[in-house]
């Protein structure tokens, strides 16, 4: 990987850095509110209320693929859009103030009730939660691949997002911690209800936020093209192979990931510290305020390497870097110094801010490519295509997680697990991301798209439209 010139973002081309900063309070809303949902789903209801974690997976896993297949729908209808307001804010005024509802919802379950009937709420609100995040993600996620035409200041605008994002996040490792404070007298499904409650409220005000500051910047030029049909822009995505290539890295990564998740937390518990969920949920705590400030502060670095190596080569360094940081945890998972877990808790952090921050900003650079060959704008339904392949996989993970989970022995609501049950887990967890993000930096030696194509794509298309000119 050798450093190679690049260009510099003409004044024209860059985004006012109050947008940039609406549009990463925007992100807070999908990080916070869904990463939340993941995170505390198994330690509200098959730890704290002890329900099978088969039952949860497929209450997870169902909903999430009502998501995927709205996604594209949402994606086609948002580029489709020609309100008088545009095509991306209206939906995330109306999504910003669903999702604080249905995230505040979610935590409500009605504890007299029998275990059946609190499987049967959450897979209810959990269907309606993810009903009304595509609502407001697809359309979030759109407008940001719009907001400008520059390959770096594509990334610096998916930099903002992630840096505050990744400071929203501060708050999710310590929802639980919270929640364990003698103010609600031991009872932890009741503390997260009221502490999330409050960051319902925060979650719908940045919404606001983001829709009343950013400016979308191919509303125009969308108007006067003719609707999309949705069937043909599911064919464009498909048929590029660039595009097909990138989605196939992170589907990759993200299911690597999922099929363990919980697990983490689960050996942190019973492996780490023995069942004490006081002491274990203070670890966590810590770790997981330690991924959110480097999460903050990769940004940085991602920044200065990606304008130094490119964004592929980029990629490629923080897919090793997860890899080698996730096999760490052979040594780190050590009950003598169980604070060892700070180092690949650094590593992942580190490495999930370049994919995550990167791949976005490659969207935008592919949607740019699909424009100089179709003559058509459609940003909603790349990402919302890119969405739906992740939600499928994530769903399908989902589910057989719970089985993965069951078939180390695990038992739910126990005080306790077996030492082989402790050993399967991190098995596991330690194992299998690491062989999918290696086959994802195979994938990606051949990615096509660089710098100099993506400024060669942008040169062509300002040719076609008189009014611009090349940068």
């Known amino acids: 990987m050798t450093p190679h010139p690049h260009h510099t973002t003409a004044a024209a081309d860059r985004i006012p850095v109050a947008q940039k900063i609406a549009y990463g309070l925007g992100a807070v809303v999908t990080i916070v509110a869904v990463n939340s949902v993941v995170q505390l789903t198994s330690l509200v209801y098959v730890v704290g209320l002890g329900i099978s974690a088969i039952w949860i997976g497929y209450a997870q896993a169902f909903p999430r693929l009502w998501d995927a297949i709205v996604d594209p729908f949402l994606g086609n209808y948002s580029d489709n859009c020609r309100s008088r307001y545009g095509r991306r804010i209206p939906f995330l005024v109306v999504g910003g103030i669903l999702i604080g509802i249905a995230f505040w919802l979610l935590w409500t379950v009605p504890r007299d009730w029998s275990k059946p009937a609190m499987f049967g709420y959450f897979l209810v609100v959990s269907l309606f939660f993810y009903t009304v995040v595509p609502v407001y993600a697809i359309p979030h996620g759109a407008l940001g691949l719009e907001m400008t035409t520059d390959y770096h200041e594509k990334t610096s605008l998916f930099a903002y997002a992630s840096f505050i994002g990744n400071v929203g996040a501060l708050t999710l490792p310590w929802v639980y911690f919270f929640a364990n404070r003698p103010v609600f007298h031991g009872d932890t499904v009741n503390g997260v209800k009221w502490v999330c409650l409050g960051m319902s409220v925060v979650l719908t005000a940045a919404a606001m936020i983001c829709a009343f500051v950013c400016k979308e910047g191919k509303f125009k030029q969308a108007s006067a093209q003719p609707p999309v049909p949705i069937l043909q822009g599911f064919k464009a995505t498909y048929r590029n192979g660039t595009f097909v290539r990138l989605v196939v890295v992170f589907v990759l990564l993200i299911v690597g990931f999922q099929l363990v998740m919980g697990f983490n937390n689960f050996i942190t518990i019973f492996f780490l510290y023995g069942g004490d969920k006081d002491a274990a949920s203070r670890l966590m705590a810590h770790n997981g305020t330690l991924w959110a400030a480097v999460g903050i502060l990769g940004v940085f670095p991602m920044t200065w390497f990606s304008k130094r190596f490119g964004k592929r080569g980029t990629v490629i360094f923080a897919l090793a870097l997860i890899g080698l940081g996730n096999l760490s945890k052979i040594v780190c998972y050590s009950r003598a110094y169980p604070y060892l877990t700070m180092i690949p808790t650094v590593c992942l952090s580190l490495g999930m801010v370049f994919c995550f921050s990167l791949v976005n900003a490659m969207i935008a650079d592919i949607c740019d490519e699909d424009e100089l060959s179709t003559g058509v704008r459609r940003e909603g339904i790349y990402f919302a295509v890119y969405n739906w392949w992740w939600k499928v996989a994530v769903s399908i993970a989902t589910v057989i997680s719970g089985y993965l989970q069951r078939l180390t022995g695990f038992v739910e609501g126990a005080a306790v697990q077996s030492d082989a049950t ?33 400024y060669e794509i942008k040169h062509r298309l300002a040719e076609r439209r008189p009014e611009t000119s090349p940068s």
């Open 422 to 454: 402790l050993f399967w887990l991190r098995a596991w967890e330690i194992g299998l991301p690491p062989v999918l993000c290696f086959i994802g930096i195979l994938l990606l030696a051949k990615y096509p798209l660089s710098e100099e194509r993506a």
